[in-house]
């Protein structure tokens, strides 16, 4: 029988190449199972509830052999064909939207825009309009805004002009584009050197001089 001795290192114990080496296993790892989109999900679930919009949901199992229900939000963030998020559900109008949504989101002017464009086409059509949105051409393949269908008819059978549809279908894949932006955010910030090494450090990981995970 032989016993090896390996000398163990904490993170701030290494060189700065076997910092980096240190630094790119936690990347990989992070990007391989990376969890951050369900922080953007819950997020997008709050603002659209505040903008009137209700995501479709669907049934999914948990490991202890139960169920929970999970909106219908489909993305790519990866740096692919056909990236981006676009969701299922449904709009309707919302009183106070544009000041709840300042409340929530003070400085997010993305969102500020989309509630007060909202608001404007609404008040116009005496806050009847509604829409459906709902799997459209490619959605099979890709992920973005222009993937879904999405209809808009008013409550009174008022008809629906070509303007107030174009004017919601377009707040819709705003708003889709806000979720893929955030998504990005998130993904950006979680696999970045400034958030591997806070995580290393925290978690506590001791590594071998040359930097691989001991």
């Known amino acids: 029988m032989r016993v090896d001795q390996v000398?163990?290192?904490?993170y701030n114990e290494l060189s700065e190449e076997a910092k980096e080496k240190a630094r790119e296993w936690w990347i990989s790892c992070e990007r391989e199972d990376w969890q951050g989109a369900e922080y953007v999900i819950e997020d997008a679930e709050r603002v659209a509830e505040i903008l009137g919009i209700e995501?479709?949901?669907k049934r999914v199992p948990?490991?202890?052999g139960s169920y929970r229900q999970k909106p219908v939000i489909y993305y790519s963030i990866y740096g692919g064909q056909g990236d981006g998020a676009s969701f299922h559900g449904t709009y309707c109008y919302m009183k106070g939207?544009?000041?709840?949504?300042?409340?929530?989101?003070?400085q997010d002017s993305e969102l500020h825009a989309i509630a007060d464009t909202l608001q404007a086409i609404q008040s116009k059509a005496f806050y009847q309009l509604t829409a459906g949105v709902t799997s459209g051409y490619g959605s099979n393949f890709y992920s973005h805004e222009n993937t879904v269908?999405?209809?808009?008819?008013r409550d009174d059978y008022v008809e629906v002009t070509e303007e107030q549809e174009e004017g919601i279908a377009e707040c819709m894949r705003d708003f889709m584009r806000w979720i893929h932006g955030q998504l990005e955010k998130q993904y950006d910030h979680d696999t970045s050197d400034e958030s591997a090494e806070e995580s290393i450090i925290s978690n506590e990981y001791?590594?071998?001089e040359d930097g691989n995970i001991y």
């Open 149 to 153: 269908s999405i209809g808009v008819e």
């Open 206 to 208: 001791e590594f071998t």
């Open 97 to 106: 939207a544009a000041k709840k949504i300042r409340e929530y989101a003070p």
């Open 7 to 10: 000398k163990v290192y904490t």
């Open 62 to 64: 948990l490991m202890n």
């Open 55 to 57: 995501f479709d949901t």
